[in-house]
């Protein structure tokens, strides 16, 4: 490749380092070049560095590099083919682009219909490293390599970073980031209760939180997985971390779902905590002290944290009793128990309330009762947390024609994963009726004793908003759960699409024709730059290739799988194109998954990355790569080119 004639960043840095005897001496070695590389401010993979440095070293014989090996490395790692073609394309001359070529390509393979003279010279301010270059408004190959390596070419658009979409809806008419047993950071028998679950949760912009309280010693709430092994926690200390940690991701509202096992007296602790702690960040009444006759918006609940626990009586009952000094008063309610749930019954026995039908149990089988009277469960709940209730009343689901007819706007459903896959295989067009009306909580099912967690998609379909997953189990499930959720700035509610707020709404996830508007899809594979090595290789060595996945509802679900580059982590090309159909463009998620390719049989995961379909950029896009436990791999990327229409 023809040598830039102006100098490249990295000699004004070399001519102006202390070390500048050790460079020109030819005596650097791999510390040195880390260090040099380092500041010349691009992203290196020290495992990737090394074995170059490597191969370099054993051709010379000695243990050091000399300025012109350095350059080759740099060259080697930094000056990627594939942007070299794109430059020298619309650069005439191959050296420099001009403001103007800049703009031509910004519009032509970027498909920035809006760039002008301003775009391009905010780009040449902010990445072309060469100053003389820069003062011509000009861009030289290192500028254009930084520009196209840099966020502003994610393939994740610029503007859905931010918050975008109406927030002044009725809270049912969004997903909302949910996370189940938010207190384990393990499995669901053994594991650890920790802080660090409600702590990490908030900061990934989950806005809904579970907590599960029971009695404690000394009349101290505390939190844990009931009938297991899992640690405790005080429920004071949960609720101090959810006070610090509660909008530092989004300023939007939170819902704290209390799976509440504790007799009345500690509930009025539980209650006591949550206002001394929660303080005005605390919804303890209704706005204007009015009942609504549909849910207030994420926007109008801003800074806000909700409980969502049973309630006695009414939202009505709760305003009358405003000012009223409720301590040492408790309700009861009545449930029916439904037979199909009792297997489902959020896998833990509640120590409260007794139910009659537990001694029934117990009395021997010989002659099962006849079925005549539903069996009922009494629940005591304290007055004073009952009040804490307001416009996320825990309701129990028994039909959804029961709830068309009799429940209010303030009360949501808890429906455990297995019973509500039944309802979307059999009953899809009522599973929307009834979420374009009321917020609906999908849990995992008791038997997920590791923590596992289920494809969160099937649920999203039918409009569920609160489909909670275990934030502590990497996995397929959770990289779906946060591509979803990097949406609309990532604040943990995304507004969802029409057809699922209208309540008229025809749409069957099953039967989409005619439903829907498709998109055209086109996606070129071109390359991946600094991927994490195998884990079989002592050097920086994969046979990587890449499968494209859409998730979405069932005619959407596809995956493309591209050819096996051999032994090459570091800079592998594809130039493979794959194009969908997707039917229902609002609902679907893409993921890019990037797989070592072990032996024919066997593929090890090496990086993924998963965004929604319409949250895509266009033109020329690199994808940053995250690990199994959701850390960015950066440099690792992928080279892509994405079309639609």
Known sequence: MEENKYPPPWLAFTQHHQGHNEFRNGKIDLNSTMKLLD???ITF????VKHVFKKTVDKRKVPTINIEDFRAIYRTIVHRPEFHELFCTYSPNHKILADTE?????KKEQLETEADETTALEIISKYEPIEEVRKRRQMSFEGFIRYMSSEDCWIFRKDHRIVYQDMNQPLCDYFISSSHNTYLISDQLIGPSHLWGYASALLKGCRCLEIDCWDGSHNEPVVYHGHTLTSKISFSSVIHVIDKYAFAASEYPIVL????HCSPKQQEVMADYLESILGDKLLSSAIDDKVPTELPSPEALKFKILVKNKKVGTLEETILRKGHDSHGETGEIFEELIPSEEDEADEKTPIYPKTDSSKRKCEGRSSPPPRKKPKMKKIKIAIELSD????TKSQKFVSFEQSRDTQKCYENNSIGESRARKLVKHSAPEFIAHTTRFITRIYPKGTRTNSSNYNPQEFWNVGCQMVALNFQTPGVQMELQ??????NGGCGYILKPEFLRNRNSTFNPHKVAGESSPVALSIRLISGHQLPRSNLSKTNKADPLVQIEIYGVPEDQTK??????????LSPRWNETFTFTVQVPELALIRFNVEDQISLAANEFLGQYTLPVLSLSKGYCNIPLFSKAGDNLEPASLFVYVWYY
């Open 388 to 391: 804490l209730v307001i416009y």
């Open 102 to 106: 800049l703009i031509t390509f910004l």
């Open 45 to 48: 993979d020290y495992i990737h």
């Open 482 to 487: 946060n591509g979803k959720f990097l949406d």
């Open 560 to 569: 493309r799988q591209s050819s096996v580059v051999k032994s090459n982590a």
């Open 39 to 41: 500041k010349l401010q």
């Open 257 to 260: 779902s209390l799976e509440n």
